[in-house]
């Protein structure tokens, strides 16, 4: 198995020897306190997103660029104001919400309406926050879904990772 | 385990202050969030999972840790911060956190089935600070 492949399948395998039931939660800790964790820090999270997150190609949800968020089909035929809707939407998803809980956005001017919604949270090995997320575009009536990953950076902002 | 209660109810009110509705503390509720699969019990997980979103969301300043007063907004019990900070540097990390709630789980699983019952929950709950079962 190549290394790369190996960084994929780390996050599955921890999950599986982290929740494998038979031993306690608190014997498991003792024994491996990054393995419980592997969920929510840098462990599981894969190389690549810990790589991203430092820099490299992203998206920063906060300034101006809103392509990883809204890219591709996704965001095809969203207006400026769309977009930005769901650019408020994304960054109070990302920084107030817990998982499950989804930040909605309506544009009144054309029907066009869309939600967030964070899905894990985790911790990389330099302390930075990243978010799993769901989105949910419907522009006429067909709802286009999408899912990422987000990234808090050090002024606040939030770079797309995937 | 009062702790265990107060610990999803701090995450729903959290949640419900972000959604702008009057945030307060309701154990049903609260596991009805962090039983992210609907299946009827919060397992390690889920409890994992529920726990970082609490630090997160905690984490005013987004530094990676919890100060004390970062911590008892989020859990609302006073003697929480002292018992997490394992390595007495005032401040809480999230490996500290979570090994924090670890045990309050273990605590609060009366039956050690390895998950935790609305009953389980709400009981704790009702039970107020200071219980041990």
Partial sequence: MSRSAAAKLAPFVLALFVFSGCAS????????????????????????????????AGWIVGGAALGGLLGGAVGHGLDERDKRLAHQAAVNAFENYPSGQSSVWNNPDNGHSGSITPTQTYQIASGQYCRRYTQTIDIGGTPQQSAGTACRQS???WKIQS | MHKIALLLCGALALGASAAGADPKYDARAAFAQADQNKDGVIDHQELVARATDVFF?????????????EMTRVVVFEGDFAAADKNHDSKVSLPEFAHDRIVIFEAADSNGDGVLSVVEVSGAYDRGPGAKQ
Avoid: M, Y
């Fill in chain 1, 25 to 56: 939660l608190q014997q498991e800790w003792e024994e491996n306190p990054k393995a419980v964790l592997g969920t929510v820090i840098g462990v599981a999270a894969g190389a690549g997103i810990a790589a991203a997150a430092g820099g490299g």
């Fill in chain 1, 155 to 157: 002024d606040g902002t």
């Fill in chain 2, 57 to 69: 969301l905690g984490d005013v300043d987004k530094d990676g840790f919890l100060t004390s007063a």
